[in-house]
């Protein structure tokens, strides 16, 4: 048994999740912790394990839908660990901070390589667990390497490698390992240029992307030789509604709770009459990029 003082951590019980993800979805948390720092994280995942309960890491919930019955066991995250330092050519940055700031501090450093990642709502650990990516970058090339705190207790340095990179996946999706920080490999160039880019990234961003409702950002992954925007526009789903989620009129990619109504059963619904209805018409198979995770109601 742990000897850990539980109490000394900020826990919420029965804790809606609708609070904290960007969909405004979401069934509550046994139990939400927000340990402040990594001695209170580790004797969290400690007493986890000794308890034998199941432990879910959340990070900014912005690509991620929970469903309506909510997560047993514990769910952490990690406001707290916002932490970002640069040394040299390197940033490195606590999961809990978000991938925006990040980009900012690249940039007032005069640090490229982060451009793409300019106007992800991601925090740092969701981007490095997702490989998270836009306008053709992605985490994978740029990651030096991160700290990962293992089921174990133990905190293991994962080189870029070792994470096992792949389109939307990286090995922490697998092992169980909580993303604590991850340093960013950057090349000197011009402050200017950096800012520049960034800015005409976010520009297109708004302009494309729904961002003034609540949404959980992009649904589908690309499928090869398509664009799934387009296939769901011809297919006669964009605007199309179920329940308080609707394909955005704005980028068919998006699912928005538009008049802030939604539950994650109309987004999980409108999600599965997509897939079925693409692969009637065109014999794609659209897989989801969003996270799902939770129980049923």
Partial sequence: MSNFDISKIKILKNEPLSKYTFTETGGPADSLAFPKNREELISLVDYCHDENIS????????????????????????????????????????????????????????????EFAAGIPGSVGGAVFMNAGAYGGEISECLESAEILMPNGKIVIFSNNDMNFSYRMSAVQSNGGIVISATFALTPGKHDVIQAKMDELNELRRSKQPLEYPSCGSVFKRPKGHFTGPLIIKAGLQGHWVGGAQVSEKHAGFIVNRNHTATATDYLELIKLIQKTIKEKFDVDLETEVRIIGEDK
């Fill in 55 to 114: 432990i879910t890491v959340i990070g900014n919930a912005s690509n991620l839908i929970i469903k309506d019955g909510g997560i047993r066991g514990m769910v952490i995250i990690l406001p707290e660990f916002k932490n970002i330092e640069v040394e040299g050519q390197n940033i490195t940055a606590e999961a809990g901070a978000t991938i925006i700031e990040t980009t900012k501090v690249a940039s007032k450093f005069s640090l490229s390589g982060l």
